[in-house]
């Protein structure tokens, strides 16, 4: 079965953290794999992406400083660390699995989404 299960959205005040888990069942998880994330009326748009070691990483600019992106490989878990939230921020966040290259939005598996709003 391939699956990616994510978790760790919820409600934050601006300026908090939250911390996003992506587990991936072993079919689903690849070489490049990313956290992306949809705000009402928008776009889906990329928000970090990482290769298989961790030197290997892209970050939109908008989250630059404030997000990083990690893995476990050994867990097949990715993670997504925010730090520093904005409004802004809010949007369901989706991981995704069996993307093209690190800067790639084209993926094979994704996952079913979770919610993170910043608000006050």
């Known amino acids: 079965q391939v699956q990616l299960v994510e978790s760790g959205g919820g409600l934050v005040q601006p300026g908090g953290s939250l911390r996003l888990s992506c587990v991936a069942s072993?079919?689903?998880?690849?070489?490049?794999m990313g956290w992306f994330r949809q705000a009402p009326g928008k776009e889906r748009e990329s928000v970090a992406t990482?290769?298989?070691?961790?030197?290997?990483?892209y970050y939109t600019e908008s989250v630059k400083g404030r997000f990083t992106i990690s893995r476990d490989n050994t867990k097949k878990t990715v993670y997504l660390q925010m730090n520093s939230l904005k409004p802004e921020d809010t949007a369901v966040y989706y991981c995704?699995?069996?993307?093209?290259?690190?800067?790639?939005?084209?993926?094979?598996?994704w996952g079913q989404g979770t919610q993170v709003t910043v608000s006050s």
């Open positions: 995704a699995a069996g993307l093209r290259g690190i800067t790639s939005s084209i993926g094979d598996y």
């Open positions: 072993a079919r689903a998880f690849s070489l490049y």
């Open positions: 990482i290769g298989w070691y961790a030197s290997d990483t």
